[in-house]
């Protein structure tokens, strides 16, 4: 079964980057551009991964992870966390939050494959 | 006897021996005359007794005679036995009752009739016929028995009789009984109140102070008898004693005298005390006087008061050698004057040399002399107060009218000068150190920082104005001084965010001793005003002993700040160079490490040079704001038409969109503004990129130049997306972008505006927007308009950029030739005279827009004041800035006359062109050349 994912980035550039990299791995994604349009789409289905902006208008990757894990949108998958905030105790802070992973912008679109693959098999075979 | 011995020793005995005499005598004659009446009564009685018992036997006899005669004829007739037994009966019957009555009958009366009762019956049984005698026997018996009748009522007469009469004693002893009781009453009353009436007699005579005679018989035995002895030894007794007072009295007498003399005798010491006393109090005034203020005129008044007071001088003044400063008593201010100008001369000059005092005796002027008319004689006394180097400090002089001074008087007046002496030495040396407290503390006042002194308790000792404002608005030095560490330390710690104020502190204190500098000092936040202020100890030492510790208390809230958001700025810039790099990297990954499609390599490809652009862009506009922020950011302000700035960005911007018309409408002939062009073409260039960025539909932009409020404004007009109402006071902040998802694909730094803002600012200008969301935005641009006064056919826009007149008045040629090519080249236009009187000519004539002027000018000329003051007195130039270039260092006097600046010879190059350039953009509208089209009433000055 295919993976579905979430990729909430406020950036159309990077959407696109994040995006055709990982349809090219065939997994399905849906895109949001803010924090609103997300929690609009966490509400209706469950992903097996979100991967998160940390700045963006509406919401912040923050507050999303709360909503995620407060009542309101449960059953999700994992989360990771893309940010340009890339010093230590930035990562700490959102990991503390609730994300599962990070990854600092810039980026490198292969080993964000890479960490994302892995990611879902960790999951998998816990789930089994 | 000794009965009457008890009774004459009594006189209460006395008088009830009396009273019971009185009444046994009374109760005595009563009882008699009471047995008499009884007596009386019981005769009265008795004879009342045997008259009625006569009486009834004489009748009884009677009767029986009376049936005797019935019966005894009958017999005698009818001759019956019976009748004669009867007959004899009633005779023995009858003898019998003649008997009884005889032996009753009392009188001679009774006597015969029972003597003629017994011849009678004798008679009558004898049987002698006595009818005759019968009837005589019934008369005389009757009339016995009247008899009787009549006795007993003689009896009760008698009676009565001597009832009454026994009455009459009775009252007769009665009165005789009262007149015995007043007998004794009165010889009581004789016997006992005279004597104490003449004793209340003789204690008045005694009491009122005379003789007094006792007339009472000291024999008396009674209590009288022993009152009058006692009386007597009394009486001698107040004699003996009245006499002995009267000695006493004398011999006080004798004593009062002695003392009286003795009272005199004190009184005369006793006014010499006073006289004394009143010398002392008085130098005691002085004293106080000079002792108990700090002011020197206070003082110098109080000693010539107090010493005139003490020799009793009319008029007097001192005067201070070395110092204008006298007090004087009694006169006028032009004597004070004079005596002043001639404190070195004349007498005076005696008194500095010899320095002792002296005294002189001359005639009474007319004015001293008042209403007297022959000569008299005032008294002048010269002394000098020494300091403790024998200089005259101060003179003194008295004067006195007719009472020449006595040595004593004047030894006096020198002990008092030494102590004058003390006292102006302590008010030089107040002063002194009065001074250099006031210089210390103007120094420490001048000082920026805060700075406080405290004792080793922790008390406040000195302090600052600049602690002061931080410690409390508004407080001064004097309300902190003295505090204790508690008091000032809650203080604070209440100003300051948190309560770390008290803990730092404390903490600080404890590491006073550390060498390391770090340690002794820390920051905290003011609340009020969010100064952040970083305080430093250190500790002071006397000879090893510390006595205190100074605290500095500096404002680093800039240095804070800009800490603040550097770190800030840096931490923006980062995260959003990360975003454009991220892509640029991304992509370039892509094409490098995967096979991909022709398409997709020229969308990555365009992408990655979209984004390097953007971060080109980026950049530059970092380095910007930065450059702005730290206030490097230099404008090259000249003075430029707006039109052709407007026009260039549109044509550039029009190039890359196809589908705004962008339109440029100008309804102003004003267009020239001071600014710089590139900067300014910047700001015209981010806002209309802006209204092309937001409007992505297209539309039309309307670019409107129009005059406005004495502004050139220049409006943008989009019809775009629009900004919401509450992202308008955000807009001009950096970084800061409008959050909506209609604008999310719009790409943008967040610094455009803040540049543009900051641009604008820098020109003395505004930039405001009006938007209604949804329907475009209208951003103005406003700037200050300047205009040529006299815009002459010649003058195209070009030449509009000409400079100012300069007017350079120097007398050394060399100098002038510098100073003009300095101007010159800072573009101004020059015209330099050499003479004061020739440029004050063509001043007149061509007004220029600023003068640089020195003082020191050929001699004859007039110099550099004079023509300050006449230009600053004439109604036309008085406008003209004048700038003062000398060597003469007068730069007060210079600017109260009225100069703009004033700069001393030699100064650095450039500075006069900076001042007069600052100058003249300053106070453009008041300028000659730049004047405003209309002014605004506020600026009008």
Same mark, same amino acid.
């Given at each position: 079964?295919?993976?579905?994912?979430?990729?909430?980035?406020?950036?159309?550039?990077?959407?696109?980057?994040?995006? @055709?990299?990982?349809?090219?791995? @065939?997994?399905?994604?849906?895109?949001?551009?803010?924090?609103?349009?997300?929690?609009?789409?966490?509400?209706?289905?469950?992903? @097996?991964?979100?991967?998160? @902006?940390?700045?963006?208008?509406?919401?912040?990757?923050?507050?999303?992870?709360?909503?995620?894990?407060?009542?309101? %949108?449960?059953?999700?998958?994992?989360?990771?966390?893309?940010?340009?905030?890339?010093?230590?105790?930035?990562?700490?802070? %959102?990991?503390?939050?609730?994300?599962?992973?990070?990854?600092?912008?810039p980026?490198?679109?292969?080993?964000?494959?890479?960490?994302?693959?892995?990611?879902?098999?960790?999951?998998?075979?816990?789930?089994? | 006897?000794?009965?009457?011995?008890?009774?004459?020793?009594?006189?209460?005995?006395q #008088? #009830?021996?009396?009273?019971?005499?009185?009444?046994?005598?009374?109760?005595?004659?009563?009882?008699?005359?009471?047995?008499?009446?009884?007596?009386?009564?019981?005769?009265?009685?008795?004879?009342?007794?045997?008259?009625?018992?006569?009486?009834?036997?004489?009748?009884?006899?009677?009767?029986?005679?009376?049936?005797?005669?019935?019966?005894?004829?009958?017999?005698d007739?009818?001759d019956?036995? $019976?009748?004669?037994?009867?007959?004899?009966?009633?005779?023995?019957?009858?003898r019998?009752?003649?008997?009884?009555?005889?032996?009753?009958?009392?009188?001679?009366?009774?006597?015969?009739?029972?003597?003629?009762?017994?011849?009678?019956s004798?008679?009558?049984?004898?049987?002698?016929?006595?009818?005759?005698?019968?009837?005589?026997?019934?008369?005389?018996?009757?009339?016995?028995?009247?008899?009787?009748?009549?006795?007993?009522?003689?009896?009760?007469?008698?009676?009565?009789?001597?009832?009454?009469?026994?009455?009459?004693?009775? #009252?007769g002893?009665?009165?005789?009984?009262?007149?015995?009781?007043?007998?004794?009453?009165?010889?009581?009353?004789r016997?006992?109140?005279?004597?104490?009436?003449?004793?209340?007699?003789?204690?008045?005579?005694?009491?009122?102070?005379?003789?007094?005679?006792?007339?009472?018989?000291?024999?008396?035995?009674?209590?009288?008898?022993?009152?009058?002895?006692?009386?007597?030894?009394?009486?001698?007794?107040?004699?003996?004693?009245?006499?002995?007072?009267?000695?006493?009295?004398?011999?006080?007498?004798?004593?009062?005298?002695?003392?009286?003399?003795?009272?005199?005798?004190?009184?005369?010491?006793?006014?010499?005390?006073?006289?004394?006393? *009143?010398?002392?109090?008085?130098?005691?005034?002085?004293?106080?006087?000079?002792?108990?203020?700090l002011?020197?005129?206070?003082?110098?008044?109080?000693?010539?008061?107090?010493?005139?007071?003490?020799?009793?001088?009319?008029?007097?003044?001192?005067?201070?050698?070395?110092?204008?400063?006298?007090?004087?008593? $009694?006169?006028?201010?032009?004597?004070?004057?004079?005596?002043?100008?001639?404190?070195?001369?004349?007498?005076?000059?005696?008194?500095?040399?010899?320095?002792?005092?002296?005294?002189?005796?001359?005639?009474q002027?007319?004015?001293?002399?008042?209403?007297?008319?022959?000569?008299?004689?005032?008294?002048?006394?010269?002394?000098?107060?020494?300091?403790?180097?024998?200089?005259?400090?101060?003179?003194?002089?008295?004067?006195?009218?007719?009472?020449?001074?006595?040595?004593?008087?004047?030894?006096?007046?020198?002990?008092?000068?030494?102590?004058?002496?003390?006292?102006?030495?302590?008010?030089?040396?107040?002063?002194?150190?009065?001074?250099?407290?006031?210089l210390?503390?103007?120094?420490?006042?001048?000082?920026?920082?805060?700075?406080?002194?405290?004792?080793?308790d922790?008390?406040?000792?000195?302090v600052?104005?600049?602690?002061?404002?931080?410690?409390?608005?508004?407080?001064?030095?004097?309300?902190?001084?003295?505090?204790?560490?508690?008091?000032?330390s809650?203080?604070?710690?209440?100003?300051?965010?948190?309560?770390?104020?008290?803990?730092?502190?404390?903490?600080?204190?404890?590491?006073?001793?550390?060498?390391?500098h770090?340690?002794?000092?820390?920051?905290?936040?003011?609340?009020?005003?969010?100064?952040?202020?970083?305080?430093?100890?250190?500790?002071?030492?006397?000879?090893?002993?510390?006595?205190?510790?100074?605290?500095?208390?500096?404002?680093?809230?800039?240095?804070?700040?800009?800490?603040?958001?550097?770190?800030? /700025?840096?931490?923006?810039?980062?995260?959003?160079?990360?975003?454009?790099?991220a892509?640029?990297?991304?992509?370039?990954?892509?094409?490098?490490?995967?096979?991909?499609?022709?398409?997709?390599?020229?969308?990555?490809?365009?992408?990655?040079?979209?984004?390097?652009?953007?971060?080109?862009?980026?950049?530059?506009?970092?380095?910007?704001?930065?450059?702005?922020?730290?206030?490097?950011?230099?404008?090259?302000?000249?003075?430029?038409?707006?039109?052709?700035?407007?026009q260039?960005?549109?044509?550039?911007?029009?190039?890359?969109?196809?589908?705004?018309?962008?339109?440029?409408?100008?309804?102003?002939?004003d267009l020239?503004?001071?600014?710089?062009?590139?900067?300014?073409?910047?700001?015209?260039?981010?806002?209309?990129?802006?209204?092309?960025?937001y409007?992505?539909?297209?539309?039309?932009?309307?670019?409107?130049?129009?005059?406005?409020?004495?502004?050139?404004?220049?409006?943008?007009?989009?019809?775009?997306?629009?900004?919401?109402?509450?992202?308008?006071p955000?807009?001009f902040?950096?970084?800061?972008?409008?959050?909506?998802?209609?604008?999310?694909?719009?790409?943008?730094?967040?610094?455009?505006?803040?540049?543009?803002?900051?641009?604008?600012?820098?020109?003395?200008?505004?930039?405001? #927007?009006?938007?209604h969301?949804?329907?475009?935005?209208? /951003?103005?641009?406003?700037?200050?308009?300047?205009?040529?006064?006299?815009?002459?056919?010649?003058?195209?826009?070009?030449?509009?950029?000409?400079?100012?007149?300069?007017?350079?008045?120097?007398?050394?040629?060399?100098?002038?030739?510098?100073?003009?090519?300095?101007?010159?080249?800072?573009?101004?236009?020059?015209?330099?005279?050499?003479?004061?009187?020739?440029?004050?000519?063509?001043?007149?004539?061509?007004?220029?827009?600023?003068?640089?002027?020195?003082?020191?000018?050929?001699?004859?000329?007039?110099?550099?004041?004079?023509?300050?003051?006449?230009?600053?007195?004439?109604?036309?130039?008085?406008?003209?800035?004048?700038?003062?270039?000398?060597?003469?260092?007068?730069?007060?006097?210079?600017?109260?006359?009225?100069a703009?600046d004033?700069?001393?010879?030699?100064?650095?190059?450039? *500075?006069?062109?900076?001042?007069?350039?600052?100058?003249?953009?300053?106070?453009?509208?008041?300028?000659?050349?730049?004047?405003?089209?209309?002014?605004?009433?506020?600026?009008?000055?």
């Amino acid at each position: 079964m295919m993976k579905r994912i979430l990729l909430v980035e406020d950036e159309e550039v990077l959407r696109m980057l994040v995006v @055709d990299t990982l349809e090219d791995e @065939d997994y399905v994604v849906d895109e949001a551009a803010d924090g609103i349009e997300a929690v609009k789409l966490l509400k209706n289905r469950t992903y @097996d991964l979100i991967i998160l @902006d940390y700045m963006m208008p509406g919401y912040t990757g923050l507050e999303i992870i709360e909503k995620i894990q407060s009542s309101e %949108i449960k059953n999700q998958g994992k989360i990771l966390m893309l940010s340009a905030k890339s010093q230590q105790f930035e990562q700490e802070r %959102i990991l503390e939050a609730g994300a599962d992973y990070f990854m600092a912008k810039p980026f490198s679109p292969l080993k964000l494959i890479e960490q994302i693959e892995v990611i879902l098999h960790e999951a998998e075979s816990l789930q089994n | 006897m000794k009965l009457n011995l008890y009774r004459t020793n009594s006189l209460s005995r006395q #008088v #009830v021996s009396l009273m019971s005499g009185c009444i046994i005598i009374f109760i005595a004659g009563t009882g008699i005359l009471f047995y008499q009446l009884q007596s009386l009564h019981a005769e009265y009685l008795q004879k009342r007794q045997s008259i009625v018992e006569k009486q009834l036997l004489v009748e009884e006899i009677l009767d029986q005679y009376h049936t005797v005669f019935l019966t005894m004829p009958a017999s005698d007739v009818f001759d019956k036995d $019976g009748l004669k037994d009867e007959a004899i009966q009633e005779e023995a019957s009858l003898r019998k009752k003649i008997e009884e009555f005889r032996a009753i009958a009392s009188s001679k009366e009774d006597r015969i009739i029972s003597d003629k009762l017994e011849t009678f019956s004798d008679d009558y049984f004898g049987g002698i016929q006595i009818s005759a005698q019968i009837s005589d026997f019934r008369g005389l018996i009757k009339s016995y028995l009247n008899n009787l009748a009549d006795k007993r009522d003689e009896n009760v007469k008698n009676l009565t009789k001597e009832q009454s009469i026994l009455q009459g004693v009775f #009252v007769g002893f009665v009165l005789f009984f009262l007149f015995i009781c007043l007998f004794i009453v009165r010889s009581i009353i004789r016997n006992i109140g005279k004597p104490l009436a003449d004793f209340s007699v003789a204690a008045n005579e005694i009491a009122a102070g005379r003789e007094a005679v006792i007339s009472v018989n000291e024999n008396r035995m009674d209590e009288l008898g022993v009152l009058s002895v006692a009386f007597k030894k009394m009486l001698a007794s107040v004699q003996d004693k009245e006499q002995e007072l009267m000695a006493h009295n004398e011999e006080l007498l004798a004593q009062q005298d002695e003392l009286q003399a003795q009272q005199n005798e004190l009184q005369v010491t006793l006014g010499i005390i006073r006289d004394n006393e *009143q010398k002392l109090t008085r130098r005691n005034e002085l004293i106080n006087g000079i002792s108990s203020t700090l002011d020197k005129n206070e003082v110098l008044n109080s000693i010539v008061v107090n010493m005139s007071n003490i020799i009793s001088a009319d008029r007097g003044m001192i005067a201070l050698v070395h110092e204008d400063s006298s007090s004087s008593f $009694g006169i006028s201010e032009n004597g004070v004057k004079q005596f002043r100008n001639n404190i070195d001369s004349g007498l005076n000059y005696r008194l500095l040399k010899e320095k002792k005092p002296f005294t002189i005796k001359r005639e009474q002027l007319d004015a001293e002399k008042g209403y007297h008319e022959n000569t008299n004689y005032s008294y002048d006394l010269y002394l000098p107060v020494l300091s403790t180097f024998q200089e005259v400090d101060a003179i003194m002089v008295f004067s006195r009218y007719g009472t020449p001074f006595t040595d004593q008087e004047v030894e006096e007046c020198e002990t008092l000068a030494k102590q004058i002496s003390t006292s102006l030495d302590k008010i030089k040396l107040y002063e002194q150190t009065e001074g250099n407290r006031r210089l210390n503390q103007d120094i420490l006042n001048t000082i920026k920082e805060g700075i406080q002194l405290i004792d080793q308790d922790g008390k406040v000792v000195q302090v600052n104005q600049p602690f002061c404002d931080i410690f409390k608005t508004g407080s001064t030095p004097e309300q902190i001084i003295d505090l204790p560490w508690e008091k000032w330390s809650a203080e604070m710690t209440g100003q300051m965010e948190g309560d770390g104020f008290s803990r730092s502190l404390d903490e600080a204190f404890q590491h006073l001793e550390a060498t390391n500098h770090e340690q002794r000092s820390f920051t905290f936040k003011k609340k009020e005003t969010n100064q952040v202020i970083k305080v430093y100890f250190e500790a002071l030492r006397y000879r090893e002993e510390g006595f205190g510790t100074i605290l500095v208390y500096r404002d680093i809230t800039k240095e804070y700040e800009v800490d603040q958001m550097k770190s800030e /700025f840096v931490s923006t810039v980062s995260h959003e160079l990360r975003t454009p790099l991220a892509s640029v990297l991304g992509f370039a990954e892509l094409m490098l490490n995967k096979p991909l499609k022709p398409e997709r390599q020229i969308k990555y490809l365009q992408t990655i040079y979209n984004e390097a652009k953007r971060l080109t862009a980026l950049i530059n506009d970092f380095l910007d704001v930065q450059k702005m922020e730290s206030g490097k950011q230099m404008y090259e302000k000249k003075y430029v038409d707006i039109l052709p700035i407007l026009q260039k960005v549109i044509e550039h911007l029009e190039i890359n969109t196809e589908h705004h018309d962008i339109q440029l409408q100008v309804e102003t002939t004003d267009l020239i503004i001071l600014g710089d062009r590139i900067k300014i073409e910047q700001a015209f260039t981010n806002l209309l990129s802006n209204s092309i960025k937001y409007s992505p539909d297209g539309g039309k932009i309307v670019v409107r130049v129009c005059s406005r409020n004495d502004k050139l404004s220049v409006d943008i007009e989009d019809e775009g997306l629009g900004i919401p109402k509450e992202s308008l006071p955000h807009l001009f902040q950096k970084f800061y972008r409008v959050d909506n998802s209609d604008r999310r694909r719009i790409g943008g730094t967040g610094l455009g505006l803040a540049i543009v803002d900051e641009i604008i600012k820098s020109h003395g200008g505004e930039v405001t #927007v009006v938007s209604h969301y949804g329907h475009g935005s209208t /951003f103005t641009i406003s700037l200050p308009r300047v205009a040529q006064k006299e815009m002459g056919p010649n003058h195209d826009r070009q030449s509009m950029k000409l400079s100012y007149e300069i007017m350079v008045i120097e007398d050394d040629i060399n100098l002038a030739e510098l100073l003009k090519y300095e101007l010159m080249d800072s573009g101004f236009h020059v015209n330099y005279f050499n003479s004061g009187r020739k440029a004050f000519q063509e001043l007149k004539n061509s007004p220029p827009d600023a003068i640089v002027l020195d003082i020191l000018l050929e001699e004859g000329e007039m110099d550099g004041w004079g023509i300050l003051r006449e230009l600053k007195i004439s109604a036309d130039l008085k406008e003209i800035p004048v700038f003062i270039s000398t060597a003469l260092d007068e730069r007060e006097k210079g600017l109260s006359l009225g100069a703009n600046d004033y700069l001393v010879k030699p100064y650095k190059p450039r *500075q006069l062109s900076k001042v007069i350039m600052h100058t003249l953009l300053s106070t453009r509208k008041k300028g000659q050349i730049l004047i405003p089209h209309s002014c605004n009433e506020g600026d009008q000055v």
